[in-house]
Protein backbone atom coordinates (compact mmCIF):
# COMPACT_ATOMS: atom_id res chain seq x y z
CA UNK A 1 0.00 0.00 0.00
CA UNK A 2 1.74 3.16 -0.93
CA UNK A 3 1.24 6.19 1.65
CA UNK A 4 -1.29 8.60 -0.25
CA UNK A 5 -3.44 5.82 0.47
CA UNK A 6 -2.35 4.88 3.59
CA UNK A 7 -3.13 8.85 4.76
CA UNK A 8 -6.46 8.54 2.96
CA UNK A 9 -8.18 5.51 4.48
CA UNK A 10 -7.22 2.98 7.40
CA UNK A 11 -7.66 -0.82 7.70
CA UNK A 12 -11.26 -1.28 8.20
CA UNK A 13 -12.23 1.55 5.67
CA UNK A 14 -10.08 -0.98 3.16
CA UNK A 15 -11.63 -3.86 4.24
CA UNK A 16 -15.18 -2.47 3.75
CA UNK A 17 -14.52 -0.68 0.35
CA UNK A 18 -12.72 -4.24 -0.82
CA UNK A 19 -15.93 -6.01 0.33
CA UNK A 20 -18.09 -3.93 -2.15
CA UNK A 21 -15.55 -3.26 -4.78
CA UNK A 22 -14.69 -0.22 -4.50
CA UNK A 23 -11.19 0.07 -3.13
CA UNK A 24 -9.52 0.50 -6.41
CA UNK A 25 -11.57 4.12 -7.16
CA UNK A 26 -11.67 5.20 -3.46
CA UNK A 27 -7.47 4.73 -3.73
CA UNK A 28 -7.75 6.92 -6.67
CA UNK A 29 -10.86 9.33 -5.13
CA UNK A 30 -9.29 9.61 -1.45
CA UNK A 31 -6.17 11.87 -2.68
CA UNK A 32 -8.41 14.17 -4.80
CA UNK A 33 -11.37 14.50 -2.43
CA UNK A 34 -9.64 14.36 1.25
CA UNK A 35 -7.89 17.35 2.00
CA UNK A 36 -5.58 18.64 4.86
CA UNK A 37 -6.98 22.21 3.95
CA UNK A 38 -10.68 23.67 4.28
CA UNK A 39 -11.16 25.66 0.73
CA UNK A 40 -12.54 29.13 0.92
CA UNK A 41 -15.85 27.74 0.47
CA UNK A 42 -16.24 25.48 3.25
CA UNK A 43 -14.62 27.85 5.90
CA UNK A 44 -17.14 30.34 4.47
CA UNK A 45 -20.04 27.63 5.34
CA UNK A 46 -18.69 26.73 8.83
CA UNK A 47 -18.62 30.76 9.97
CA UNK A 48 -22.01 30.45 8.72
CA UNK A 49 -23.44 27.99 10.91
CA UNK A 50 -25.24 28.04 14.03
CA UNK A 51 -24.61 24.46 14.98
CA UNK A 52 -21.49 22.42 14.85
CA UNK A 53 -22.09 18.85 15.17
CA UNK A 54 -18.83 17.30 17.46
CA UNK A 55 -17.98 13.36 17.76
CA UNK A 56 -15.11 12.85 20.55
CA UNK A 57 -13.84 10.48 23.18
CA UNK A 58 -13.83 11.92 26.52
CA UNK A 59 -12.00 11.83 29.48
CA UNK A 60 -13.46 8.25 30.31
CA UNK A 61 -12.47 7.12 26.90
CA UNK A 62 -15.85 6.67 25.90
CA UNK A 63 -16.59 8.52 22.32
CA UNK A 64 -19.61 10.70 22.26
CA UNK A 65 -22.03 12.36 19.75
CA UNK A 66 -22.80 15.90 20.40
CA UNK A 67 -23.72 19.26 19.24
CA UNK A 68 -21.91 22.86 20.26
CA UNK A 69 -24.63 25.85 19.26
CA UNK A 70 -24.59 29.58 18.68
CA UNK A 71 -25.08 32.27 16.46
CA UNK A 72 -23.12 32.73 13.48
CA UNK A 73 -19.62 33.38 13.56
CA UNK A 74 -19.35 31.13 16.99
CA UNK A 75 -17.11 29.25 14.37
CA UNK A 76 -14.16 31.27 13.30
CA UNK A 77 -11.63 30.09 10.31
CA UNK A 78 -8.45 32.38 10.79
CA UNK A 79 -6.25 30.00 8.25
CA UNK A 80 -7.38 27.16 5.88
CA UNK A 81 -6.10 24.81 8.19
CA UNK A 82 -7.65 26.07 11.58
CA UNK A 83 -11.00 26.55 13.31
CA UNK A 84 -11.58 28.57 16.40
CA UNK A 85 -15.32 27.31 18.15
CA UNK A 86 -17.16 28.55 20.68
CA UNK A 87 -17.71 26.34 23.23
CA UNK A 88 -20.44 27.67 25.66
CA UNK A 89 -23.41 26.02 24.11
CA UNK A 90 -24.21 22.66 24.13
CA UNK A 91 -26.21 19.30 25.51
CA UNK A 92 -24.73 19.93 28.21
CA UNK A 93 -22.19 17.27 27.80
CA UNK A 94 -19.14 19.37 26.40
CA UNK A 95 -17.65 21.70 28.56
CA UNK A 96 -13.22 22.51 28.49
CA UNK A 97 -12.36 19.58 30.38
CA UNK A 98 -13.75 17.21 28.07
CA UNK A 99 -10.66 17.05 25.88
CA UNK A 100 -7.07 17.67 25.79
CA UNK A 101 -4.46 18.99 23.62
CA UNK A 102 -3.94 16.94 21.10
CA UNK A 103 -6.92 14.94 21.00
CA UNK A 104 -8.81 14.06 17.90
CA UNK A 105 -12.09 14.81 17.37
CA UNK A 106 -14.43 14.81 14.34
CA UNK A 107 -16.60 18.08 12.71
CA UNK A 108 -19.71 17.99 10.85
CA UNK A 109 -21.10 21.00 9.58
CA UNK A 110 -24.91 20.37 8.34
CA UNK A 111 -27.11 23.39 6.60
CA UNK A 112 -30.39 21.51 6.74
CA UNK A 113 -32.57 23.77 5.15
CA UNK A 114 -30.08 24.30 2.13
CA UNK A 115 -28.60 20.13 2.44
CA UNK A 116 -25.26 21.25 3.02
CA UNK A 117 -22.69 19.19 4.48
CA UNK A 118 -19.35 19.47 5.17
CA UNK A 119 -17.05 17.35 7.34
CA UNK A 120 -13.38 17.64 9.09
CA UNK A 121 -11.25 15.74 11.18
CA UNK A 122 -8.82 17.87 13.26
CA UNK A 123 -6.40 17.58 15.94
CA UNK A 124 -7.03 19.66 19.06
CA UNK A 125 -4.28 22.54 19.67
CA UNK A 126 -5.80 24.68 21.91
CA UNK A 127 -8.29 25.08 24.49
CA UNK A 128 -10.04 27.45 27.14
CA UNK A 129 -12.57 28.00 28.89
CA UNK A 130 -14.31 30.18 26.20
CA UNK A 131 -12.93 28.71 23.06
CA UNK A 132 -11.65 25.44 21.37
CA UNK A 133 -8.86 25.83 18.53
CA UNK A 134 -8.29 22.87 15.97
CA UNK A 135 -6.37 22.21 13.19
CA UNK A 136 -7.78 20.49 10.31
CA UNK A 137 -6.70 16.57 9.62
CA UNK A 138 -8.85 15.54 6.65
CA UNK A 139 -11.12 17.63 5.04
CA UNK A 140 -14.08 16.82 2.87
CA UNK A 141 -17.38 17.65 1.71
CA UNK A 142 -20.00 15.27 1.61
CA UNK A 143 -23.53 14.68 -1.03
CA UNK A 144 -26.95 16.20 0.31
CA UNK A 145 -28.57 12.66 0.40
CA UNK A 146 -30.81 11.62 3.20
CA UNK A 147 -30.90 15.20 4.28
CA UNK A 148 -34.16 15.85 5.41
CA UNK A 149 -34.69 19.89 5.29
CA UNK A 150 -35.55 21.92 8.14
CA UNK A 151 -36.57 25.24 8.80
CA UNK A 152 -35.14 26.07 13.02
CA UNK A 153 -36.10 28.18 15.67
CA UNK A 154 -34.49 29.03 18.99
CA UNK A 155 -35.75 26.55 21.63
CA UNK A 156 -37.32 29.11 24.58
CA UNK A 157 -36.66 26.59 27.15
CA UNK A 158 -33.34 25.18 26.18
CA UNK A 159 -30.82 25.19 28.95
CA UNK A 160 -27.15 25.91 29.26
CA UNK A 161 -27.07 22.83 32.19
CA UNK A 162 -29.86 20.43 31.56
CA UNK A 163 -31.51 18.17 33.50
CA UNK A 164 -29.76 14.77 32.51
CA UNK A 165 -31.01 11.95 33.23
CA UNK A 166 -29.99 8.12 32.89
CA UNK A 167 -32.32 5.56 31.61
CA UNK A 168 -31.76 2.27 33.39
CA UNK A 169 -30.83 -0.50 30.77
CA UNK A 170 -33.03 -2.70 32.92
CA UNK A 171 -36.26 -1.26 31.49
CA UNK A 172 -35.29 -0.94 27.73
CA UNK A 173 -35.89 1.42 25.24
CA UNK A 174 -38.84 -0.74 23.84
CA UNK A 175 -40.37 0.08 27.61
CA UNK A 176 -39.46 3.65 28.21
CA UNK A 177 -41.81 5.32 25.69
CA UNK A 178 -40.53 8.66 25.97
CA UNK A 179 -36.80 7.75 24.40
CA UNK A 180 -38.47 4.59 21.50
CA UNK A 181 -40.97 7.67 20.52
CA UNK A 182 -38.04 10.23 20.09
CA UNK A 183 -36.26 7.23 18.38
CA UNK A 184 -39.04 5.79 15.84
CA UNK A 185 -40.12 9.42 15.07
CA UNK A 186 -36.54 10.69 14.29
CA UNK A 187 -35.93 11.54 10.69
CA UNK A 188 -32.01 12.27 11.51
CA UNK A 189 -29.65 10.60 13.65
CA UNK A 190 -25.80 11.11 14.51
CA UNK A 191 -23.06 8.49 15.23
CA UNK A 192 -19.32 9.45 16.11
CA UNK A 193 -17.33 6.28 15.51
CA UNK A 194 -13.21 5.92 17.02
CA UNK A 195 -10.42 4.41 15.67
CA UNK A 196 -6.79 5.08 17.04
CA UNK A 197 -4.13 2.50 17.11
CA UNK A 198 -1.77 5.08 18.44
CA UNK A 199 -0.05 5.79 14.82
CA UNK A 200 -0.30 9.55 14.01
CA UNK A 201 -2.00 9.42 10.76
CA UNK A 202 -4.73 11.65 9.28
CA UNK A 203 -7.15 8.99 9.19
CA UNK A 204 -6.86 7.94 13.08
CA UNK A 205 -9.35 9.50 16.12
CA UNK A 206 -13.23 10.11 16.13
CA UNK A 207 -15.20 10.78 13.20
CA UNK A 208 -19.21 11.81 13.60
CA UNK A 209 -21.28 11.22 10.42
CA UNK A 210 -25.25 12.20 9.82
CA UNK A 211 -27.68 9.23 8.94
CA UNK A 212 -30.69 10.56 7.47
CA UNK A 213 -33.97 8.94 5.89
CA UNK A 214 -38.08 9.06 6.60
CA UNK A 215 -39.62 9.24 9.98
CA UNK A 216 -39.51 5.17 11.00
CA UNK A 217 -36.28 4.72 9.47
CA UNK A 218 -34.80 3.54 13.04
CA UNK A 219 -36.67 0.37 14.36
CA UNK A 220 -36.54 -0.34 18.12
CA UNK A 221 -36.76 -4.40 18.01
CA UNK A 222 -38.32 -6.56 21.19
CA UNK A 223 -34.78 -6.56 22.92
CA UNK A 224 -34.54 -2.59 23.00
CA UNK A 225 -31.72 -3.26 20.12
CA UNK A 226 -31.63 0.55 17.36
CA UNK A 227 -31.83 -1.04 13.72
CA UNK A 228 -30.68 1.08 10.92
CA UNK A 229 -31.08 0.16 7.10
CA UNK A 230 -27.71 1.65 6.05
CA UNK A 231 -28.21 3.75 2.48
CA UNK A 232 -25.63 3.94 -0.04
CA UNK A 233 -23.42 6.94 0.63
CA UNK A 234 -20.43 8.38 -0.97
CA UNK A 235 -18.40 5.10 -0.53
CA UNK A 236 -16.17 6.55 1.86
CA UNK A 237 -16.82 3.78 4.19
CA UNK A 238 -15.82 5.85 7.30
CA UNK A 239 -18.37 4.70 10.08
CA UNK A 240 -18.61 1.30 8.66
CA UNK A 241 -14.37 1.05 8.91
CA UNK A 242 -14.14 2.71 12.33
CA UNK A 243 -16.78 0.05 13.46
CA UNK A 244 -14.98 -3.14 11.99
CA UNK A 245 -12.34 -2.01 13.84
CA UNK A 246 -14.18 -0.69 17.18
CA UNK A 247 -17.53 -1.54 17.61
CA UNK A 248 -18.46 1.40 20.98
CA UNK A 249 -20.19 4.10 19.42
CA UNK A 250 -22.04 7.01 20.20
CA UNK A 251 -25.83 7.74 18.79
CA UNK A 252 -27.04 11.20 18.95
CA UNK A 253 -30.78 12.05 18.46
CA UNK A 254 -32.75 15.02 19.29
CA UNK A 255 -36.69 15.79 19.53
CA UNK A 256 -37.12 18.58 17.19
CA UNK A 257 -40.68 19.39 19.27
CA UNK A 258 -39.54 19.59 22.53
CA UNK A 259 -36.10 20.79 22.34
CA UNK A 260 -34.42 17.29 24.48
CA UNK A 261 -31.69 15.08 23.07
CA UNK A 262 -31.01 11.50 23.12
CA UNK A 263 -27.27 10.29 23.70
CA UNK A 264 -26.36 6.82 23.63
CA UNK A 265 -23.54 4.48 23.73
CA UNK A 266 -23.97 1.33 21.90
CA UNK A 267 -22.03 -1.65 20.52
CA UNK A 268 -22.59 -2.07 16.89
CA UNK A 269 -22.71 -4.90 14.69
CA UNK A 270 -23.26 -4.71 10.55
CA UNK A 271 -25.32 -7.16 8.72
CA UNK A 272 -24.07 -7.60 5.32
CA UNK A 273 -26.89 -9.02 3.96
CA UNK A 274 -25.14 -10.39 1.05
CA UNK A 275 -24.42 -14.30 1.64
CA UNK A 276 -20.72 -13.17 0.70
CA UNK A 277 -17.73 -14.47 3.04
CA UNK A 278 -16.08 -11.62 4.82
CA UNK A 279 -13.02 -12.52 3.18
CA UNK A 280 -14.31 -12.40 -0.64
CA UNK A 281 -12.52 -10.53 -3.00
CA UNK A 282 -14.36 -8.55 -5.23
CA UNK A 283 -13.62 -7.34 -8.62
CA UNK A 284 -12.97 -3.60 -8.51
CA UNK A 285 -12.67 -2.80 -12.27
CA UNK A 286 -15.96 -2.64 -13.01
CA UNK A 287 -16.31 0.15 -11.16
CA UNK A 288 -16.67 3.87 -12.56
CA UNK A 289 -13.55 5.71 -11.50
CA UNK A 290 -15.35 9.08 -10.78
CA UNK A 291 -16.88 10.26 -7.87
CA UNK A 292 -20.18 11.84 -9.35
CA UNK A 293 -21.38 8.30 -10.44
CA UNK A 294 -20.64 6.52 -7.33
CA UNK A 295 -24.85 6.49 -7.45
CA UNK A 296 -24.16 3.87 -10.07
CA UNK A 297 -22.01 1.31 -8.34
CA UNK A 298 -24.44 -1.39 -8.57
CA UNK A 299 -21.92 -3.73 -6.51
CA UNK A 300 -22.41 -1.96 -3.97
CA UNK A 301 -26.19 -0.62 -4.24
CA UNK A 302 -27.18 -3.93 -4.01
CA UNK A 303 -25.26 -5.54 -0.91
CA UNK A 304 -27.87 -3.66 1.82
CA UNK A 305 -26.32 -3.23 4.92
CA UNK A 306 -27.89 -3.47 8.13
CA UNK A 307 -26.88 -1.49 11.45
CA UNK A 308 -27.88 -3.69 14.84
CA UNK A 309 -26.89 -0.84 17.76
CA UNK A 310 -27.27 -2.98 21.58
CA UNK A 311 -27.40 0.50 23.97
CA UNK A 312 -25.16 0.28 26.64
CA UNK A 313 -25.77 3.18 28.32
CA UNK A 314 -28.50 6.00 27.49
CA UNK A 315 -28.88 10.06 28.77
CA UNK A 316 -31.68 12.08 28.15
CA UNK A 317 -30.84 15.94 28.20
CA UNK A 318 -34.06 17.89 28.90
CA UNK A 319 -34.26 21.03 27.12
CA UNK A 320 -31.09 20.08 25.94
CA UNK A 321 -30.83 20.74 21.95
CA UNK A 322 -31.15 24.93 21.17
CA UNK A 323 -33.19 25.08 17.97
CA UNK A 324 -36.58 23.84 17.00
CA UNK A 325 -38.34 22.66 14.26
CA UNK A 326 -40.34 25.47 12.46
Known amino acids: MNNTVANSWHHGELTAQKRVGTEQRMAEVGPKFIRELMPQQHRDFFESLTMMFIGYTNFQSQTCASVLFGDPGFVSSPDPSELVINLQYSIGDFTNQSVN ?62 SITEVALST ?9 QVITNADTFFIASCFDDGKRL ?16 VEVNESGQLLVEDYYGNGFFNTIGN ?8 LLFFDTQLGHAIQLTVSAEIGWNDDQDDDQDYDA ?3 NNSLNDTKNDKSDVNQVRTLCFTPIKIEHYQNGFAYLQK
Open 101 to 162: IGDRMGLLGLEFHSKRRNRINVIVTDINQKNMTVKVLQSFGNCPKYIQPKIWIFNPEYQRSP
Open 172 to 180: KISIDKTIK
Open 243 to 250: LLLNPIAS
Open 285 to 287: NKQ
Open 202 to 217: NNRGTDISHRGGDAGF
